[in-house]
Each structure stands twice: as C-alpha cells, then as structure tokens.
C-alpha cells in the first residue's frame, strides 16, 4: 500500500445537495478545467452526462486500473522483445513502477469505498509519481518507445483527474 495513515480518523464527508446536484455537464467541465489535460479528461468523462462527483470517482477507478494495466502489459511486451540489457533493465524498472501504480489505483477505490476521502490526494499523487518515475527513466537515450510513451502519458492524464476529483472529495480547492 502506498499510503497508511492509522492516526487519521476517516473523513466520512457528506455532500450538500449544490454539491451532487450540479449539473453533470457543468461537473465535467468544472473538473476537466483544473487538470493537466482538458481535451483528454473530456473525453474519458463524456459518457458521464447526469453523473454526481461519487459516480465520476468509481468510474475513474475502472479508468485508472484499465490504462495502468495496459501500461504494463506493454512494458511486458517490450520487455520480452529486446536483447539490449541495459534497456531490458530499464523496463523491468517500469514494471515494478506499475505494479506500485496499479496498487495504488487499488488502495484509491478502496478508500473511496469507505468514504474516507481526506487520503485521496497523497495516493493519486503517489500513484502519478510512479509514473513518472517510468518516464524518467528514459531521459536519457535510447528514448521511450511510442506506444509505452502514449500509454504512460494516457495513465499520467487520468491521475490528473483523481487528483482533481479527490480534492473536491475533501473539499479542497483545486
């Protein structure tokens, strides 16, 4: 688990009704506003038309655990195809960065589930880390293969969103 918190009472947060009644598409909008990439978030919430903040939350969950295991199987996949061993190594150390990542999606709908909201951010924070972490290895030649860069950059936008949803959880300005 990326975060344990044992000290911290759950944050069992009710919402008001201006809060799950707005408008989905206002919502969307509001949310697709604060993150990193508009155009993308738009088009993973546009299916969410009369969705309230609780509904976007679970279905970013199934998002989120979709696109990291995606990212990883392609890691697999490249790892299994190269010779070069530095780059093998490479990859190897993307694929534990993915497994941490997909624990953490796990770990963020757990505490969403039991409506213990003030821990979202620091996971999808964590979760978007690791991630990066993947990028970064490739900084250096030879560069991160298109289809692991898309998937990765793909995942790094949906943690934008949890980050964005998870604020608004906690009733946090974003």
């Given amino acids: 688990m990326l975060i344990r918190n044992s000290l911290q009472a759950p944050s069992k947060i009710r919402f008001t009704s201006a809060e799950t009644d707005m408008k989905a598409s206002d919502l969307v909008s509001d949310i697709c506003s604060k993150t990193r990439n508009k155009s993308t978030c738009l088009q993973v919430l546009s299916h969410k038309h009369g969705a309230n903040l609780l509904e976007i939350a679970h279905t970013l969950t199934e998002n989120a655990q979709t696109s990291a295991v995606l990212a990883y199987d392609t890691v697999q ?6 010779k070069n061993s530095s780059l093998k190594e490479r990859y190897r150390s993307c694929l534990g ?16 589930t039991q409506e213990n909201y003030q821990n979202l951010p620091s996971i999808a924070d964590a979760i ?20 692991l860069k898309r998937g990765t950059q793909f995942f790094e936008d949906i943690c934008s969103i949890l980050m964005v949803v998870s604020n608004r959880l906690i009733g946090g300005i974003v």
């Fill in 77 to 82: 996949v490249l790892v299994k195809l190269t």
């Fill in 97 to 112: 960065n993915y497994v941490r990542a997909i624990d953490g999606v796990a770990e963020w709908k757990q505490y969403l």
């Fill in 128 to 147: 978007l880390k690791e991630t990066e972490s993947c990028d970064n290895k490739f900084e250096q030649p030879p560069s991160e293969p298109s289809q």
